[in-house]
């Protein structure tokens, strides 16, 4: 094989089908075979030409790797511990190692804005920047985890952008633990990774907030670890109250990306708690409930990635299986069908069942 094909963003709504020739791999770089890709509600907007990628196209989309290693250098072969043949996953990010940020460790951070899925153009040798096609490209820095044959595809691939995001925001910044009340408002797949970190730190109450087309999910999100789940009405608040006996939660996460939601879920932190951000909109500015959030001196802090500790950790829960994470999976879609299953998430919170849809490469479509 000589070449490759990718689904590349080539205008806002607007994919083609290119052929890209497969990368000649050195000492230190590596070709990863990608075995799926999911699709994230970040990528809805860069589809949409709501963000930053805008300016990057051409560009392929996909930073929720799993895939085997097709063809790895000596050096980096050692360095990330892999060979031929093992499967992995990949973080979204890589960094430049060289910034400000990428220097104190937070290469998710980069201000040369280094990783995968948009972040550098196609017209960028060697073009394989994004996860929605049948290679991607691994340079040197490239942050590699082996997670060996007993972890599917399926539940690979919701490990990194997915699960780690659920164990940076909720226990590493969100601070939650044992015996603690966390409130998740939105149940997509970060709103149920926020769930299982949750659970798996220890916390006791941990309370989901959805929509009335939100049923399957909800569901789902007890079989996570949830305790209550909740409707998301002009009632909410004051369920909370009554949940926890008036004291409000320790920590609040919002993954719902509706510019809404939030201004509802800040309220819902207790005095000194800690509210997490982590949606992404479309909408211009999002309103907080300020002085509330300064009188009872709430931590409030956006997030938006995973890092390195996350992964580690996350790979730890996939493996012990304590977790349906194989059933996050509802959709497969092939490389052709990349708009409809953007379609899909756009407008999954209207369609009830749908968790995370991924692209299989592998699948030739009809
Ligand atoms: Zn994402
Ligand atoms: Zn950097």
Redesign the pocket.
Known sequence: MTATTSAVLVAPETFELRDFPIPSIGENDGLLRMELSGICGSDVLHWGGHSAVGRNLPAILGHEIVGRIEQVGQNSAKRWGVAVGDRVIVEASF?????D??LRGS?QM???G?GYGGRISAGVTPHLWGAYGQHLYLPSRARLHRVGDAIPPEVGVVIGAVLANGVRWVQTIGGAGIGDTVVVFGPGPQGLAAVIAAHAAGAERIVIVGLSGDRARLGFARDCGATHTLSFDEHTLEAIADLTGGRLAHVVIDVTGSATSPAVAAEAVRPLGTFVMAGSTAAASVKLPWNELVRKEVRAHGVNSHDQPAVRAAIALAASRRYPLERMVTHRFSLGSARDALSLVRDAASSDGVIKAVIDPLDQGD
């Open positions: 960094g430049c190692g060289l910034c940020l990428c290469y980069c201000a040369q280094q």
